[in-house]
């Protein structure tokens, strides 16, 4: 079946540095979303990517999907401390009716 | 427009007992999808229903787990004889169609003592 991943599941910033983190599928995808969690709460929706090479902004936070549609990226700069949550992506698989499948999430932690 | 509506957020089972946990989609949106949240885990896909009928229930346990979503009425997650092991976060989301954006519930916190 579809695969999502998402390596590594934590990773560690000082505020103020760049994040980057990275999601892919074992199959090409006819979209990408992004969600956030943030401690204690649950999934938002941030973004949807649809279009090969996609690049969409949301403030300090970039997302892109991969040329080939099976990547891809989240990108935020200068970190703050309201960053800090877990993001998810999810892919949906080419053909009628598929449904979503989420990565395992990156938590992001923020050092003040 | 209310959002995703989860209830109870916080249920406390002892071994043995039955949870159910309730969700009320969003207005308009008839897919509705369960999932599982383990400490410090991602997402775990259980189950996805649409009105009336369960249309992928892969993620479910083959025991003592069941699902329906009928035709007035919110979708209820059930388990039956719950174990220490099934304390989690159980979200519920919901979405229009099957590929579109999901809504989250928040989420119904199980711990079983």
């Known amino acids: 079946g579809q695969q999502v991943m998402q390596i590594p599941q934590y990773q560690h910033v000082q505020e103020g540095e760049d994040f980057t983190t990275y999601c892919n599928s074992s199959?090409?995808?006819?979209?990408i979303q992004w969600y956030k969690q943030r401690p204690g709460g649950h999934p938002v929706f941030l973004i949807q990517l649809v279009k090969s090479g996609e690049v969409k902004k949301q403030k300090r936070l970039t997302f892109q999907f991969g040329e080939a549609k099976k990547n891809s990226s989240l990108h935020i700069t200068a970190t703050q401390t309201t960053d800090v949550g877990t993001y998810f992506c999810?892919?949906?698989?080419?053909?009628?009716?598929?449904?979503?499948?989420f990565g395992k999430g990156i938590t992001l932690s923020v050092r003040p | 427009n209310a959002g995703v509506m989860q209830n109870p957020r916080h249920l406390v089972r002892r071994r043995g007992q039955e949870a159910r946990l309730r969700c009320s989609p969003m207005?308009?949106?008839?897919?509705v999808y369960w999932y599982r949240q383990l400490p410090e885990e991602g997402l775990k896909f259980m189950v996805y229903?649409?009105?009336?009928?369960?249309?992928?229930e892969s993620g479910m346990p083959k025991e003592r787990f069941s699902a329906e979503f009928p035709k007035e009425g919110p979708s209820i997650l059930r388990i039956q004889q719950v174990v220490r092991g099934d304390s989690a976060a159980y979200f519920c989301a919901s979405s229009p169609t099957v590929s579109d954006t999901q809504y989250f519930g928040p989420g119904t916190r199980l711990t079983v003592l």
């Open positions: 207005k308009g949106h008839s897919h």
């Open positions: 999810a892919g949906e698989a080419t053909g009628a009716n598929s449904k979503l499948t």
């Open positions: 229903l649409q009105k009336e009928n369960i249309i992928d």
């Open positions: 199959t090409t995808l006819s979209n």
